[in-house]
């Protein structure tokens, strides 16, 4: 199986997890990207009475196009549940590291204010140690790149503004915000993702020290369901 059909399988699985009249945290990536079309179908095949809320500019294009109803996080209210990918997950702790896709800012304010926040990974992103070879993206104020970037030299985090692929010029996320991508020994998730906010400049850090719950999408028949 390719790492599309593992991302599928737990994009399928995740979708029943929907009720009628939840409110949907819907995340941004490649597999959560499936999860909404899946959603979407189910929208228009059962008339499953939902709303999402999008946490990426790519998310709500993607949404809406499947005809997925969708609400600001103020019209929302409460959040039943959000569901997003991420780029690894520690075996253990469940501790994340997401935000290769640049969207890591609102992602965090949606998974965390959920009811309940359930990750979708292929088992490629499961690893024994967080960021031993996945850099943690930092959003960072734009006028304050040089001093934010300064100091990253200084904590020997070989920092690197993330540039973008489509224009000339650094990433600009959907806040108008720059990334910089740093390497940090992470032995407490929960310390360093406090550490790394606290760098003046710093709006926000790929670090996620709580989910809920991790579907693995593996070579198994069975999607294995990871839990704390
Ligand atoms: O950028 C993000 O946080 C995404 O969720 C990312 O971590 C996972 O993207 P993928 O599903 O395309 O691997």
New binding site residues.
Partial sequence: ETQDDL?LKVAQEASKLVKDEMVIGL???????MFIKELGKRVLEEELYIYGVPTSFDAKMLASQCGIPLVSLDQAGQIDLAV????EVEEGTLSL????????TM?KVIDYCAKEFVV??DES?VVPSLGENTPVPLEVLPFAYSTVLNTLLEMNTAPSIRVSGGKMGPVITDNGNMIIDVFTKIDEAAVKEKELNNIVGVVEN?IFSKCDKVLVGNSSKKVKVLKK
Avoid at 27 to 33: C, V
Avoid at 84 to 87: C, H, I, M
């Fill in positions: 991302k995340g941004s990536g490649s597999t959560s990207n997003d990918g991420a780029d590291i997401k935000g290769g896709g640049g969207c890591h992602e979708l990974v992103k790929g």
